[in-house]
């Protein structure tokens, strides 16, 4: 039956995701809700929010005020914020309530920032669709806004500390120390610059993955990763265009990464690096059941590098499949031939009955 859930709970809607996205880079957040959204987010959808602090409120909309398009309200409420707050942005979430009203967002961004002159930045999530939308849009908006050749307000603002359209090089910006961990770009005689995409708390699976990331990436030689969203800085996004390679921990990353390959020339891997103590013990879990059919259900890119640990340790136990299901987004480009898309719960009983998997 359509939208029944007898065992899962509900998923995560896409104004998670973005928030998920902008947590961590010290901006002002405000969700455009009356109040109940904030508090899922707050409650339930971001496991950071016990541990670390980030400015996020309600714009707190009433029936009148949404219907009407009251705006001078909401910018007025959230120039009395910006007083008590250090804010480096002020980031638009949006909710059920502007996505029906049809909230018009960049309206508002020039609004705000001529009032402010502070960066905004609009995600224009509808909180109906999934979490991973969510994600992707950030990202996006938060590369569009902040990435120093599109010139948008937050480049504008790292580089002058205004929103004043006035020139200044990378060198320029490498001295002033504003580009984050890669400092001044020159490749000549440094190491491999690697940006990761997609990485955010609801999408791996456990409190210590960051880490596990981090270690990953050493293993493979990556010693100063950029983790867009986790370890980085604004400055750091305003030189996404200069890494040397992308890698893809998500499918809420893929889109941000193809941008940025199509019009930057960055390439891009989709892959979710694993440390091998940890590939080997989940290997040992499984193989151990000598299985021949096996399901992994999670997000796409991380399901597909547990599929491949599987595959490459099975030479004593030939597999004869390892598929791939979730609910969430499934790229084209590293979806296999029995990979399945999820719409509801009971699709994977069904799935599980009818394929017989182990």
């Not at 984050?180 to 708390?201: C, H, M, Q, W, Y």
């Not at 020339?265 to 080997?280: F, K, N, T």
């Not at 969430?328 to 009818?354: G, P, T, Y």
């Amino acid at each position: 039956m359509k939208g029944l859930r007898k065992y899962l709970s509900p998923f995560t809607p896409d104004q998670s995701g973005a928030v998920s996205v902008l947590f961590h880079y010290g901006g002002m957040l405000i969700i455009m809700d009356a109040g109940g959204c904030v508090g899922n987010i707050c409650g339930y959808d971001e496991p950071r929010w016990d541990k670390k602090k980030s400015a996020i409120f309600s714009a707190a909309l009433r029936d009148l005020d949404a219907i009407l398009g009251r705006d001078e309200l909401l910018i007025q409420k959230t120039k009395e914020a910006l007083g008590d707050i250090d804010a480096k942005f002020v980031g638009l979430i949006g909710t059920p309530v502007p996505a029906v009203i049809a909230t018009d967002y960049r309206a508002l961004k020039r609004l705000m920032e001529t009032d402010y002159e502070v960066p905004v930045v609009p995600v224009e999530t509808n909180g109906i669709d999934m979490y991973d939308e969510g994600v992707s849009k950030a990202f996006l908006q938060i590369l569009k806004n902040y990435l120093y050749e599109e010139g948008g307000s937050g480049a504008r603002f790292i580089a002058n500390g205004s929103l004043e359209q006035k020139a200044i090089s990378l060198e320029e910006l490498g001295k002033l120390g504003k580009l984050g961990k890669l400092g001044k770009i020159d490749k000549s005689n440094a190491s491999e610059r690697v940006g990761v995409i997609g990485f955010t708390p609801l999408d791996t699976p456990g409190s210590g993955d960051y880490e596990d990331m981090v270690t990953a990436l050493r293993e493979q030689g990556v010693d100063n990763p950029v983790i867009y969203g986790m370890n980085d800085t604004l400055g750091d996004v305003a030189a996404a265009a200069h890494v040397d390679r992308n890698i893809v921990v998500s499918p809420g990353g893929v889109k941000p990464a193809r941008w940025l390959s199509d019009k930057y020339g960055v390439p891009y891997e989709i892959c979710y690096p694993l440390p091998q103590d940890r590939a080997d013990e989940f290997s040992r879990k499984v193989m151990g059941h000598e299985p021949r059919k096996v399901l992994i259900v999670h997000q796409q890119v991380f399901a597909n590098s547990l599929r491949d640990v599987l595959i490459g340790t099975s030479e004593d136990n030939p597999l004869e499949r390892v598929d791939v299901a979730s609910w969430f987004m499934m790229s084209k480009e590293v979806r296999q031939e029995h990979d399945i898309k999820l719409n509801e719960e009971d699709e994977l009983m069904k799935l599980v009955d009818a394929e017989g998997y182990d």
